[in-house]
Structure formats: structure tokens, C-alpha cells
């Protein structure tokens, strides 16, 4: 059975840090584009905010360089997201996924293609 369980969310004051963890298991995760989104209030569409590639490549989305990192272990079966200097636009529900696509990145991926967790509310207060 395909998982994919985020965990490390929380409450953090602005420019604090949390470090969001995804546990796979079901499927090989090292042939997989991993990923990480968020769903903010009022918004219609996850946006996509790190993303890894089997090669070890990494995506960005803009909003976040210089603040948050995407990592996996050696074994490729947990994804990592350390965010750093969080600002409120930060706050969302926080998702893992997994495409097995060529070319997949996080700004391809929706919640129609591959697989996802269930997520992890981050809200950062002012």
C-alpha cells in the first residue's frame, strides 16, 4: 500500500524554522519526482514549493529561495523541507507527493497525477 506521512508542522512565530519530514513506503521512491506543495486558505490551486528529482536536482519555487531547502535521505525514502526566516505567507497546509513521470517538477504536478500525503498545517503568526 502506497504512503506517503508528512509530519513537523506546527505554530512558529515570523522568522522562526521548521523542518517537515515524508515517510514513504508502498513504492519505490528513488524512481520518483518527490515534491512539496501547499494549500493556502482562499487559494484554488496547491502551489508547489521544492521539489527533487532522482538525480538529486532540485526545484524552488521563487517565494522560497534563500529560505527553505529540500533534502532526502541516503535511501531516498523520506523527504525533508527545513523553512527558515517564515514569514505568515508561509502558513498552509503543507503536502508531500510523488510523480513517476519524466519531466514531472512541482509546477507540473496536481493531485491528479501520482501520489500524495494527507499534510501538515504550518502557520507562522506575525
Known amino acids: 500500500q502506497v504512503q506517503l506521512v508528512e509530519s513537523g508542522g506546527g505554530s512558529v512565530q515570523a522568522g522562526g524554522s521548521l523542518r517537515l519530514s515524508c515517510s514513504t513506503s508502498?513504492?519505490?521512491?528513488?524512481?520518483?519526482?518527490m515534491g512539496w506543495f501547499r494549500q493556502v486558505p482562499g487559494k484554488e490551486r496547491r502551489e508547489g514549493v521544492a521539489?527533487?528529482?532522482?538525480?538529486?536536482?532540485?526545484h524552488l519555487a521563487d517565494s522560497v529561495k534563500g529560505r527553505f531547502t529540500v533534502s532526502q535521505d541516503d535511501a531516498k525514502k523520506n523527504l525533508y523541507l527545513r523553512m527558515d526566516k517564515l514569514e505568515p505567507e508561509d502558513s498552509g497546509i503543507y503536502y508531500c507527493a510523488a510523480d513517476s513521470r519524466p519531466g514531472a517538477t512541482i509546477w507540473s504536478m496536481t493531485p491528479d497525477n501520482g501520489f500524495w500525503g494527507q499534510g501538515t498545517q504550518v502557520t507562522v503568526g506575525s
Open positions: 508502498g513504492f519505490r521512491a528513488e524512481n520518483f519526482y
Open positions: 521539489g527533487i528529482r532522482p538525480t538529486g536536482a532540485r
